[in-house]
């Protein structure tokens, strides 16, 4: 894997298209057009809440192998102050399409225990790597998403201790406690219509009752 340019999108651009993000359903609205996004950084990865059950052990290592990459390049994926876009080198030399990189994206989410906590929305597997690497790392903060489109699913009860590593998704595994498990993806953050390519498509694994 050979990394044949970036270009970076500065921090401001960064919020300001974040802010363009809509929900899946509930008529598709701006989720964060009233909220406040800011960077946050040398964020300790333990004091960010996960709410998916599983990582891919192929994510997680290829993050550490891009670490290193980016490192070469004067780039520290962990800090980013911004988003990145980079191009893998083909074998035939020519360049790839451009892959977006961003801080991951943590919500200030309502839990029904009464706890406001700072939940991971995106980036998931990079806050993995950054804690199994033992660094910090930038995210994007948002506060004050409106109460009736929280985030679709709930924070694991034992946090990280909750987390399996995989190295595939087994059929029937639930990945998540969703807030609507009859119609969860309504709620889902369409990440990618902003930075297009952003959010991997993963396997469905969720028992068909949870697939609508």
Not at 13 to 32: C, F, N, V
Not at 48 to 67: N, T, W
Not at 102 to 107: F, K, N, Y
């Amino acid at each position: 894997m050979d990394i044949a340019r970036i270009q970076t999108t500065p921090e401001e651009e960064l919020l300001s298209r974040l802010r363009q993000t809509r929900l899946k359903g509930h008529g598709q609205p701006l989720i964060y057009q009233n909220a406040r996004l800011e960077l946050a950084r040398q964020m300790d990865p333990r004091a960010l809440f996960p709410a998916q059950r599983y990582v891919l052990r192929e994510d997680f290592v290829r993050l550490e192998a891009l670490h290193q990459l980016f490192k070469g390049r004067g780039v520290d994926i962990f800090a980013l102050e911004g988003a990145v876009w980079f191009h893998l080198r083909q074998e035939d030399g020519a360049e790839g399409e451009a892959i977006p990189l961003l801080p991951p994206v943590v919500e200030m989410s309502r839990e029904p225990d009464g706890r406001t906590i700072p939940l991971i929305n995106d980036g998931m597997h990079r806050v993995y790597a950054a804690l199994r690497l033992g660094k910090r790392i930038n995210v994007v903060m948002v506060h004050d998403v409106p109460e009736e489109y929280p985030y679709y699913a709930h924070a694991l009860p034992n946090g990280w201790d909750d987390v399996t590593e995989l190295d595939a998704l087994p059929d029937d595994f639930v990945k998540k406690s969703y807030r609507d498990p009859q119609n969860y993806k309504a709620l889902f953050r369409d990440f990618n219509a902003v930075f297009p390519g952003v959010q991997k498509q993963r396997k469905q694994s969720n028992p068909a009752s949870l697939q609508a």
